[in-house]
């Protein structure tokens, strides 16, 4: 019988203001809650870049310093080369990384992980609002159908969606994230949150340039880093035979809004759960 053994990846790709606040949902209206919220697209595609496991905490990256993943004691499981792996999401499905390369990890106790990801997430969502909106693109009509348009632009100012009387066939939507702060306060690089969902588990987000070290600036963001420790610790045994890899993307979109009449609404990213099972002969 195979014996299974759960590990908790949560990247944070949003401010941590918006993972507290999911949309409104009745009878398939949703509404907006105080000026955005999180919902669950209709699909959610991001590129992997590397995933660790980890016997203790890595040295995170500072302004001039890359991560020290050996100081973590951190063995690599899956390496998506130097273009990533684009792995796109409907629900909480189990995935594929067709090209990657995973690399069993040695029998241990692994109490931390690292996540190397793009900061571009494409998401595809259509939506039935309870108010008509507006959509971003240029010369957008209003209406209470809303969806994301075929393109990538900045996740706070991008033209993100369109909106009319009737149901829009939605478009993937690249969200480019340069902030975790979503633009309000200056710069912000860093994000984290503590015992999430009650496990214990805690984790940091964290935007980096093309050294690997935190980025100062938008301008210097190239990809974001997850660093996790693990509420339980995973012991990975010497039969480990395979992984299966599922994503949970409830609150894997944030609508945004403005307080216009008809208000502007947009799509962005929101943060997922990485649910990676080892299986054992």
């Not at 606040?21 to 209709?42: A, K, L, R």
């Not at 348009?149 to 033209?159: A, F, I, R, Y």
């Amino acid at each position: 019988m195979k014996k299974l053994i759960y590990i908790f990846f949560l990247i944070i790709i949003t401010p941590l203001s918006s993972m507290a606040n999911t949309c409104t949902v009745t009878s398939g209206v949703t509404t907006v809650d105080n000026d955005s919220c999180g919902s669950q697209p209709d699909s959610y595609g991001i590129r992997m870049y590397k995933m660790y496991l980890c016997t203790s905490a890595a040295t995170e990256p500072t302004t001039s310093s890359a991560a020290d993943l050996t100081a973590g004691g951190c063995v690599l499981v899956l390496n998506g080369g130097a273009d990533g792996v684009r792995v796109d999401v409907t629900g909480s499905t189990k995935v594929n990384f067709t090209g990657a390369t995973f690399t069993k990890p040695p029998a241990g106790v692994y109490t931390h992980g690292y996540m190397h990801i793009d900061n571009i997430f494409f998401i595809k969502q259509q939506r039935i609002f309870n108010e008509a909106k507006e959509g971003r693109v240029d010369g957008a009509d209003s209406g209470i159908h809303c969806s994301t348009v075929s393109g990538t632009g900045n996740e706070t100012d991008g033209k993100s969606s369109t909106c009319g009387s009737s149901a829009i066939a939605a478009g993937t939507w690249g969200s480019i994230l340069l902030d975790l702060d979503g633009g309000t306060a200056g710069m912000q690089a860093t994000a984290e949150a503590e015992n999430l969902n009650n496990t214990g588990s805690n984790i940091k987000g964290i935007l980096v340039d093309t050294n690997g070290h935190t980025a100062e600036s938008t301008g210097e963001v190239d990809s974001l880093e997850g660093f996790q420790t693990f509420g339980t610790p995973v012991v990975v045994g010497i039969n480990l035979k395979s992984f299966d890899i599922a994503f949970g993307i409830t609150e894997g979109s944030t609508i945004f809004e403005d307080t216009n009449s008809p208000p502007v609404v947009g799509f962005g990213s929101g943060p997922f759960q990485a649910v990676i099972t080892p299986i054992n002969h």
